[in-house]
């Protein structure tokens, strides 16, 4: 394991198997969310995403200055509700709700078990939903953690506005994301220093290889730049970077009051 990196959620482990889905010769599709990713989906998470737990602590911290008694937390792509569950934890001053929504619902069973494993039920609910027709007003926050990639990107920025619409004044949107950088050699070197993350999490060099192939059509970064300038244009006036590592990138924009 790479030295300081460490996914230590209380809520990311549990009933997890070890994900091998690419331990295969071939790839015969493109990647779905389906039953069998949902099985390995926390290992997945915690071996894929570096500095997974980091960034919601922050997240959290963000929460608690940004919101006020009472506010609603949406989480758009709440998969398993590792990232949600883990908030309600670390944010628990302000009374807040949070709600997880996704649209497969094999990850929402699991999330809801995972819920009622830690009794959270009062405070942590899920939505079967297509987060591109989200319509809960007058939102506290809304999460987009490693979920906005796999929006069609035609989409996005329709999307984002539809998310600032449903904010109340004040409200964050906090987006972390996969990023691209349009420096040919830095963009180079941060997907090696990725892929020696994956590989010091176990991944062998077939299994990280098949999955950027079945990932290919699916997961479409955008640059940094790209993402805070289609926030901007969407109306959220602050827009700062509060996370990053390498091609790994956290963002929050406010709107304003
Ligand atoms: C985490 N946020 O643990 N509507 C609803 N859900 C969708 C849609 C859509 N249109 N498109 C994709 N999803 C999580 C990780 S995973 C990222 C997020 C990853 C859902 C999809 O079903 C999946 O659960 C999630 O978005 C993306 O922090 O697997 O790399």
Redesign the pocket.
Known sequence: MVAGIQNNSQYDMSHSNKDTLFNISRVEEDFV?SERVVEVFDDM?DRSIPFYAQVIESSAQLLDRFLAEGDSVY?????TG??LLELSRLAQTKNLKFIG????QP?LDKAKLKTELFSKQDQVSFYL????EFKHKEAGAIIL???LQ??RPLLREEFLKLLFKNLRPGGIVLISEKVISHDRRLNRAYIDIYHQFKKSRGYSELEIAKKREALENVLIPFSVEENKAMLRESGFTSVETYFQWFNFSSTIAIKPV
């Open positions: 969310f998470i989480d758009l792509g709440c998969s590792s990232s929504i996704d649209n497969s990850m939903e297509d987060i591109t953690n490693y979920t796999f929006i």
